[in-house]
């Protein structure tokens, strides 16, 4: 009888272990790569993307730009939204155009991006199935306080860029697939020029890398407002020389990544973050994002909800 028992005792957990092994298959099924928090912003940091399992039920990946990130903008927002859906946001902080492949990967349930072009190239490729406009802010070209290059005050980025290679100013570009780095390869294009030489150090980094670097070296850089006024509180010794200029807007998008690309994609929890996000009360919270620290909104609000109750209620 004891045989029997103990025998009966050996197949009870042979099948649990094998029940075990199969929902294991079946889990590893639905994985997706899985980038580390605030990956590196470069080509070498795809390369060194981990295969894990899918994001768990009340989690939402979020793939976006290092501005959203280095600004402190993320930190502000998203325990809000984490306490109100009872999620966790998981960020991956990347450049914009990493950010989209991502995205095309199916790694990611929604992006929240700058780069429109290429955000509008992602929704016709049917990449994503909705895009919103959330807000934006303008791009500034930063450099020493005693501007060797002599481009303080310019209003056209495009002559800034053309004074700044004819003295071959030391230069740091991001160098990566980035927002900010498109923005300066269409500035350098329109002004008919091809950065190259030992003036122009393209770094293959984040934008608070760069303005570490260009500090560091009084050397010039094309920054998004944002992460600037948040890196120039902490010390940084560069000065905005050149902003206002029309070419250097700078607008954010939130997409929704297309669920075909990948079943484990959570569709109804990135919905949820897209109404959220573009609604009229986390506007206002944009809009007060930065005014106490710096005296002025590091974002400007931008969605149909919010122009729609302006429209309505007229502000002053």
Known sequence: MQKILAVDSVMKGFLCLSLLLILSLLWGGCSRAAIPQSAADTPAATAEILVSTQAPAGHLILATTTSTDDSGLLQYLLPDFEREYNVKVDVIAVGTGQALQIGRDGNADVLLVHARAQEDEFMAAKHGIRREDVMYNDFVLVGPPDDPAGILGMTSAIEAFKQLAEAQARFVSRGDESGTYAKEKSIWAKASIEPKGEWYLSIG????????????????????????????????????????????????????????????????????????????????????????????????????????????????
Do not use: C
């Open 205 to 316: 980094q984040g934008m608070s890398e760069a303005l570490t670097i260009a500090s560091e070296q009084q050397a010039y850089t094309l920054s998004d407002r944002a992460t600037y006024l948040a890196r120039a509180a902490q010390g940084l010794n560069l000065k905005i020389l050149v902003e206002g200029d029309a070419a250097l807007f700078n607008p954010y998008g939130v997409i929704i990544v297309n669920p075909e690309k990948n079943p484990a994609i959570h569709i109804e929890l990135a919905t949820k973050f897209v109404e959220w996000i573009i609604s009229v009360p986390v506007q206002e919270k944009i809009r007060a994002f930065g005014i106490e620290e710096f005296g002025q909104s590091l974002f400007i609000p931008d969605s149909r909800p919010w122009h729609d109750a302006r429209i309505i209620t007229p502000q002053p």
